[in-house]
DNA sequence: AAAGATTGAAAGATCAATCTTG
DNA sequence: CAAGATTGATCTTTCAATCTTT
């Protein structure tokens, strides 16, 4: 609030923010369009169908899904009901124990994760991983971390790959 | 299509596209949050803003605006018709040369650009610019212009910088 | 009452169709 | 008819309120 003691960017610190933002809106927009295109579904689906589809049982509870799309639950709600509809998962309110709900990837649901991913992948490659330097890539992966941790630090944002180091 | 020719990610391409695809989907929420929070406007709105207070004129015309802003110019149509019922624009047919249109910031909409920018550049800094090493910011701006280039080869985006290096 | 999740209404984005001017 | 821009319909997201289970 207090104007005066702005802290400004510099024109360097300018140059790269701008980059940036046209960066996070333009990625994920050229994604939604290649996998719009070719298979009718955002990149939103996209990533529910292929985190689900990387745990054994295929299956996983609505919070945890959230977390690992960076959704909101009502947002991811609504998301899951249409894919439901669709056919492409199914949703089961564990009687056990809790008030908790998984989602389950149904074989049509998997295979259509079979079936998008490759071209996904190839555009993944095309536009960022093939297209930047090897280090390069290594400090996107820094600065995401660690811009990740600074919105919310208690995110465990390090689920799969803390073995992984 | 041809799906036994797909080029897979290896582990560190998999970690950093895991990382950056959550950093593209959060960054731009998290500025959402605080400038919807502290100034009832989204990033968006104020990035169609600050990009017309810093024309001499505040001026620009709506297809020039929509490249700057990274949006369609039907997005951009919506937006800015909420915009100048707000009072913080104003739209005009030119009617000597062609059917543009320009959209012009009004004074109230330049006072709340520099009512806002302060929080929106703290909060840029705090996630951003002041959490990673100088190197990685500039690795960051060089990724963010590849990708750019890879999405639209023939966008001229280096505008203002172009004259700045 | 709090956690986990869903819902409906309101706001925003996208898509296709349209309008206008050159 | 093409370029620049707008519009209306539809789909998605967000926000606040609600429901259920512990």
Not at 21 to 45: C, H, K, M, N, Y
Not at 92 to 98: H, I, M, N, T
Not at 135 to 156: N, T
Request: net charge negative; proline share 4%.
């Amino acid at each position: 609030m207090r104007d005066s003691e702005t802290k400004w960017l510099t024109r360097d610190e300018r140059s790269a923010w701008l980059a940036t933002a046209a960066l996070v809106v333009r990625l994920p927009a050229a994604l939604d369009t290649q996998l719009q295109a070719d298979e009718g579904i955002s990149f939103f689906e996209y990533m529910i169908m292929a985190v689900l589809s990387e745990r054994d049982d295929r299956t996983l509870q609505m919070s945890d899904l959230a977390a690992q799309t960076s959704s909101s639950l009502s947002r991811l709600s609504h998301a899951v009901k249409r894919l439901e509809g669709a056919g492409y998962l199914q949703r089961e309110r564990l009687p056990g124990s809790g008030r908790r709900t998984c989602a389950t990837l149904t074989d049509a649901g998997f295979a259509k994760v079979v079936a998008t991913a490759p071209g996904h992948v190839r555009r993944v490659r095309e536009l960022l991983i093939d297209a930047v330097a090897p280090a390069d890539l290594e400090a996107l992966r820094r600065v995401g971390e660690q811009v990740l941790h600074q919105i919310d630090p208690d995110d465990p944002w390090l689920l799969d790959e803390v073995s992984g180091s």
